[in-house]
């Protein structure tokens, strides 16, 4: 099946909706996650125990030919079995929309390739582990992909297959405007439950000649470099490459603001009756006290992403309209957090709270949307490091270190102003002239990457949620060029 691409001049984007709905629509909403979630875990079992089963006949001895029929691992084959089986194994499959049980067999699909992808190589990042059974404390969703997808025209609802108009907590207006000027089109709407028990619906949607809007302030410096941080008074320092220091954005700070609320919460549920009993070790039902107290913890941490995303958003947005070439660093945060134990759990929560990838992730998406250019720095580029007067580089530099003191020339600097600096000068027009295709590699000598082509098809496409699999994986793991498991 051919993939959806994005036509020229047109870009990919999401709108987010809170939702209202009605007592019935809850329950279908509950019911099609549920629908998901059931069966993602019963073809995981299926996978699962055919693996085992084969595993098993080979070391008996069993010839290939005659071992027992693998279980495709693409979305066609998960489909074509499920639809074998659901009529004994989910009766009630008739009551949800197909695209619920669309939404399990293709992130069951999607996680089986990421971990072969893994496991052969070819997939960056630390290696997977093979897909788990969802419970019930996975967040709840489900992906419409077909049948009515629509914003109506009061501007206050959304349509969903099987459910119906569903109220929106908020208006419509600025996706409605698009589609009624035919400058937006709706590829797919993903339904999901939140932390304190609200629903959304992010519609997929690709516009037309999203461009920087005309009131849009434009900066006098061209071009900046961001260095990100975690302390209160410098989340983002944005600097130019001749020394000037263009702006500092606070840290939100919105995690370590709700310590005292989130530490008394906790601890109020751990004298509760709650879901499991430690001293037996065995789940028990839950008190409605312990429900309650478990409602509104969900609802403070859903408090405090929603404050971290909105400064973020502001933050991004103004860099991304302002500037003609953003130059941010490449860092590690998932590493960064992943060690050190207790003598670092101050340290591991101050960069959760600072989201600091998140930045990166943004602003690479609405540089596009903007016309402006997005560099980002090698991962390696020592830019705390380096003297912005001679270019000496100190290796002993700690993080205890605010100053930046040359030991050369003798220079004197606040650190993430010179790390800015430093960033910045990557990103001057001479240098990024030089820079091979956006993605192919890095500049000569200052390990630097541009990223300034269009948003690719990728995860775009809105031709139902497939898969792509271009090679075959068998039972034990090892790859083979065609579509399906052998």
């Known amino acids: 099946?051919?993939?959806?691409?994005?036509?020229?001049?047109?870009?990919?984007?999401?709108?987010r909706f809170a939702l209202d709905p009605t007592p019935t629509q809850l329950r279908?909403?509950?019911s099609h996650a549920g629908a998901a979630r059931f069966t993602h875990n019963h073809m995981l079992a299926l996978v699962k125990a055919v693996m085992d089963?084969?595993?098993?006949?080979?070391?008996?001895?069993?010839?290939?030919?005659?071992?027992?029929?693998?279980?495709?691992?693409?979305?066609?084959?998960l489909r074509k079995a499920w639809n074998q089986r659901k009529a004994w194994c989910a009766p009630w499959w008739a009551e949800n929309s197909k695209e619920a049980y669309n939404t399990g067999l293709d992130g069951l699909a999607r996680g089986l390739d990421a971990w072969s992808a893994s496991r052969r190589g070819q997939r960056a990042g630390r290696a997977l582990g093979f897909p788990r059974f969802k419970t019930s404390r996975t967040p709840r969703s489900v992906r419409f992909t077909t049948g009515t997808i629509r914003c109506e025209a009061d501007r206050r609802h959304i349509s969903l297959p099987r459910l119906g108009a569903v109220r929106t907590h908020e208006s419509t207006r600025k996706l409605a405007r698009r589609i009624e000027a035919g400058t937006a089109r709706i590829l797919s709407a993903t339904v999901r439950q939140d932390s304190a028990g609200r629903w959304h619906c992010a519609l997929?949607?690709?516009?037309?000649?999203?461009?920087?809007?005309?009131h849009a302030r434009r900066s006098a410096h061209p071009v900046v470099g961001v260095d990100v941080g975690v302390k209160a008074d410098s989340l983002l320092v944005i600097a130019t490459p001749d020394g000037v220091e263009v702006e500092r954005v606070t840290a939100p700070k919105s995690l370590s603001a709700a310590q005292s609320r989130l530490r008394a919460l906790q601890r109020r549920a751990a004298r509760q009756h709650g879901r499991y009993d430690p001293q037996t070790r065995t789940r028990q039902q839950p008190s409605k006290?312990?429900?309650?107290?478990?409602?509104?913890?969900?609802?403070?941490?859903?408090?405090?992403?929603?404050v971290r995303r909105d400064v973020l958003h502001?933050?991004?947005t103004a860099l991304a309209q302002q500037h003609d070439v953003v130059v941010v660093e490449t860092l590690n945060a998932a590493g960064m957090c992943a060690k050190g134990g207790a003598r670092?759990?101050?340290?591991?929560?101050?960069?959760?709270?600072?989201?600091?990838?998140?930045?990166?992730?943004?602003?690479?998406?609405?540089?596009?949307?903007y016309g402006s250019h997005f560099v980002e720095a090698d991962r390696f580029f020592p830019s705390s490091k380096l003297c912005t007067a001679c270019g000496r580089r100190k290796p002993n530099l700690t993080l205890a270190d605010r100053v930046f003191e040359c030991d050369g020339c003798g220079m004197r600097i606040d650190r993430d102003l010179g790390a800015a600096i430093n960033l910045a000068r990557l990103g001057v027009p001479p240098i990024v002239g030089e820079q091979s295709p956006a993605g192919s590699g890095s500049a000569a000598g200052r390990g630097a990457m541009l990223e300034t082509d269009p948003a690719p098809a990728g995860d775009a496409a809105g031709d139902e949620t497939s898969t792509p699999h271009h090679h075959k994986v068998d039972q034990t793991g090892t790859a083979s060029p065609q579509g399906e498991a052998a």
């Open 1 to 15: 099946m051919a993939r959806f691409e994005i036509p020229e001049g047109w870009t990919a984007q999401a709108y």
């Open 28 to 30: 279908g909403l509950a």
């Open 53 to 77: 089963q084969r595993a098993a006949e080979r070391s008996y001895g069993v010839p290939d030919s005659e071992l027992t029929p693998a279980v495709g691992w693409s979305l066609p084959a």
């Open 204 to 214: 997929q949607v690709i516009v037309e000649a999203k461009t920087r809007p005309a």
């Open 289 to 306: 006290r312990w429900r309650r107290t478990q409602d509104r913890i969900g609802r403070t941490h859903t408090h405090v992403a929603a």
């Open 314 to 316: 502001k933050a991004t």
């Open 344 to 369: 670092k759990r101050g340290l591991n929560r101050a960069l959760a709270d600072a989201a600091l990838a998140e930045i990166r992730r943004m602003l690479g998406y609405k540089t596009r949307w």
